[in-house]
């Protein structure tokens, strides 16, 4: 059988097959007295909230279960609209904003309806792996820039500049990012979006991490800096909704047509229960369990981080959000007797039953040197962890 050249250029997502891998010994080790420990793990450890799970059972019995317009439920429009006032002090119309199957399928719709052959984006390096594949699955191509630990992980606006292109088209950025927990500074921000605009191109800024800020100085969205910009979001991480597939972006308002029909065509409509689940997701109640959850992230940040570093795992920018520490191995590995990222995860899996993310996936500047934890785990759990490590490493 032929495949086509596009699916021939998209790599495996290898965090899976280490999570594959990670899953078949956790078998193995079931019952034993040291179960896998899963630090690979990118989604959170919570399940959505009573109140939700209650609105999805209420809309399942109700049949409420045909597709819905292909922008989504008109109230859920309305409430995303009113948690981007409430929570950032932005005003964001419901009119802008398109709800997906997942930021994934918002991503993809975003590079269908900008993207065309040839034109490329420029985004950092590490970076999430999908976000190069969807811009190469919609036949452009991404530029990926080394992002150091001096800029917090993050692209410049002199880098952007520089590398700024006949055939560049945007820039596609993650704040706070997968896999370092960074955000990029407001300043230098501000900075992107206007050398960016300066080329007539567009800022995409996927900000699905965006409610899992542990710092107020990087906590605000985007959307703050003007309607040119387009800001990728997901009921996955802050709102514990992965499996549920659902997410929104908000786009320029000349985009909302194009998007819509793109969207008609592609996925006829976000999954409809979700949806009406979402709705629950901006109640009070609701709210208050998403801010005690927050606030469990950052504890476990603050207890796991220093321990780390302690072991001689540094991480060399301390995240302000999301639940990932982007650590240099290099000196751990050498004293396994290993060389690489990928080499010490097989490690850490084998001698210690702890699943870690190694850095290959995210890019290809200094990522044999990285791995990444990911603290989606309880705190006795993260504790177990480090002790393993200890008697590993110590
Ligand atoms: C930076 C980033 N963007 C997008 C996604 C995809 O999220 P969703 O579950 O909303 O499709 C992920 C998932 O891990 C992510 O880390």
Not at 130 to 147: D, K, M, Q, W, Y
Not at 202 to 213: A, P
Request: some cysteine.
């Amino acid at each position: 059988m032929k495949f086509s050249t596009r699916a021939a250029r998209i790599e495996p997502f290898y965090v899976m097959e280490v999570a594959k891998a990670a899953q078949a010994q956790a078998r193995a080790l079931a019952g034993t007295r040291s179960p896998m420990i899963f630090l690979n793990i990118g989604e959170p450890d919570f399940t959505a909230p009573p109140l939700v799970q209650e609105a999805a059972v209420r809309a399942i019995h109700a049949g409420s279960t045909q597709y819905t317009p292909a922008l989504g439920l008109d109230a859920l429009r309305e409430r995303i609209s009113g948690w981007y006032q409430e929570r950032f002090g932005v005003s964001v119309p419901a009119r802008r904003i398109v709800v997906t199957a997942g930021a994934s399928a918002a991503l993809q719709l975003a590079c269908l309806a900008l993207i065309d052959a040839g034109d490329e984006i420029l985004m950092p390096d590490p970076s999430y792996p999908c976000n190069r594949h969807f811009v190469s699955a919609a036949e452009g191509r991404a530029v990926l820039l080394p992002a150091t630990a001096q800029e917090r992980f993050q692209l410049s606006a002199a880098q952007v500049q520089a590398a700024w292109g006949e055939k560049t088209r945007g820039v596609l950025l993650a704040s706070p990012s997968n896999p370092t927990g960074t955000s990029i500074a407001p300043d230098e921000l501000r900075r992107i979006h206007a050398v960016v605009q300066a080329h007539g191109g567009i800022t995409l800024i996927d900000e699905i991490y965006l409610g899992l800020s542990y710092d107020a100085t990087y906590g605000q969205t985007a959307l703050a800096l003007g309607e040119d910009l387009i800001s990728i979001n997901s009921f996955s991480k802050y709102f514990n909704m992965t499996g549920w597939r659902l997410g929104w972006m908000v786009v320029p308002e000349a985009m909302v047509p194009v998007v819509e029909r793109l969207a008609q065509n592609l996925f006829i409509c976000a999954n409809t229960v979700a949806q009406h689940a979402a709705l629950a997701c901006f109640e009070p109640d609701s709210i208050a369990e998403y801010e005690r959850r927050r606030a469990e992230f950052k504890a476990r940040r603050d207890y796991f981080i220093p321990e780390l570093q302690a072991l001689g795992l540094a991480v060399p920018v301390i995240p302000d959000g999301a639940f990932y520490a982007w650590a240099d191995c290099s000196a751990a590995a050498a004293r396994l007797g290993v060389q690489g990222s990928w080499d010490f995860a097989l490690e850490l899996m084998r001698r210690a039953h702890l699943a870690v993310t190694p850095g290959r996936d995210f890019g290809s500047f200094e990522t044999q040197h990285f791995v990444r934890f990911s603290t989606a785990n309880a705190l006795p759990q993260l504790q177990e962890a480090v002790a393993r490590l200890h008697s590993l490493l110590g």
